[in-house]
């Protein structure tokens, strides 16, 4: 994977001796138990400093600003997010064996990797506001979960009923993911958390497996 497309290869080229890198991951560290402890972006060098153990010279010897920083630690969650879902999407492949089979893990595989990433993926959605950067590198990895998705399903493409399976299935993931992320409170300092979480798993694979093997009627 790369990150030339951010522009942001540089912020992530971490020192390769020993005490240097250590202090380097420190870093990342502390600022990304902020975003998930505060849900938000709102605290100082200052306070990365403190919580990492590192001087406020390191911090910025390795990011000109707070801005650089987030941009690393973005990339850095996110390349476990994306690595995540790649290896549950690809065990729910092949462990199905029929279209039904497998919406239902597919369901299973994406809902279940943004909620245990949940609460840093809030803070930097609500930063994408703002960020242009932040919000591509978000939208990049997005796309690379949703093709990844339609490509499993479109496996089963003679199963599925929709006169326009490529449409049907890109339907299918945005209102997967739009559906998860409102649960999740994605956007937002806090979960929103309404109804019960494995009911609406079992009730958004329900929905996609009958949209995709109904025939329409209008």
């Known amino acids: 994977m790369t990150y030339d497309d951010a522009g942001m290869a540089t912020a992530l080229r971490a020192p390769v001796q020993g005490r240097s890198r250590a202090s380097y991951e420190r870093m990342l560290v502390a600022a990304e138990k902020m975003l998930?402890?505060?849900?938000?972006?709102?605290?100082?060098?200052?306070?990365?400093?403190?919580?990492?153990?590192?001087?406020?010279?390191s911090i910025y010897n390795r990011f000109e600003s707070k801005e650089a920083l987030l941009h690393a630690v973005q990339l850095r969650i996110?390349?476990?997010?994306?690595?995540?879902?790649?290896?549950r999407l690809e065990a729910a492949r092949k462990q199905s064996d029929n279209l039904d089979s497998l919406v239902v893990r597919l369901v299973d595989a994406v809902s279940e990797t943004l909620r245990e990433f949940a609460d840093l993926m809030r803070p930097l959605m609500l930063r994408a506001t703002t960020d242009t950067i932040v919000a591509?590198?978000?939208?990049?990895?997005?796309?690379?979960?949703?093709?990844?998705?339609?490509?499993?399903l479109l496996e089963f493409r003679a199963d599925i009923r929709e006169p326009d399976p490529d449409r049907a299935v890109d339907t299918v993931y945005r209102v997967l993911y739009a559906a998860i992320a409102r649960h999740l409170g994605f956007g937002s300092p806090t979960?929103?958390?309404?109804?019960?979480?494995?009911?609406?798993?079992?009730?958004?694979?329900?929905?996609?497996?009958?949209?995709?093997?109904?025939?329409?009627?209008?």
Do not use: C
């Open 36 to 57: 998930a402890s505060r849900g938000s972006d709102d605290f100082t060098l200052n306070e990365v400093s403190k919580m990492g153990k590192v001087s406020i010279g």
């Open 136 to 152: 591509a590198r978000g939208k990049a990895s997005y796309m690379r979960a949703a093709d990844e998705v339609k490509s499993a």
């Open 191 to 218: 979960a929103a958390w309404e109804g019960d979480w494995q009911v609406l798993k079992e009730d958004l694979a329900r929905m996609i497996a009958l949209f995709l093997t109904t025939k329409p009627h209008f």
């Open 78 to 87: 996110l390349t476990r997010v994306e690595d995540k879902m790649h290896t």
